[in-house]
């Protein structure tokens, strides 16, 4: 991904990245352009699926409930109990 200076257009890097969510993430940059010294935060977020995901359905509830904690696993097996 090419991240360019908003003020002068030339190359930026990103110094740091602060992943919000999993679709969204705030890109700390910093133009290259040692004349300008722009420093900014850019966004980049997920927009839209042009192909569905491989895994099946099933594949991705149990990658959902592996992360939880055992509190919330036993939780989520208590209201699916009913």
């Not at 990103?14 to 940059?29: F, M, P, Q």
């Not at 042009?50 to 209201?79: F, G, Y």
Request: aromatic share 6%.
């Amino acid at each position: 991904m090419r991240v360019l200076c908003t003020v002068c257009g030339s190359k930026a890097v990103i110094g740091k990245t602060d992943r919000v969510s999993i679709g969204y993430a705030n890109l700390y940059c910093s133009c290259t352009d040692p004349e300008c010294g722009h420093t900014f935060v850019t966004n980049v977020s997920f927009s839209h699926t042009l192909s569905p995901s491989a895994k099946t359905a099933s594949e991705v509830v149990t990658a959902l409930a592996r992360s939880l904690s055992p509190e919330q696993r036993r939780a989520l097996q208590q209201e699916l109990a009913f």
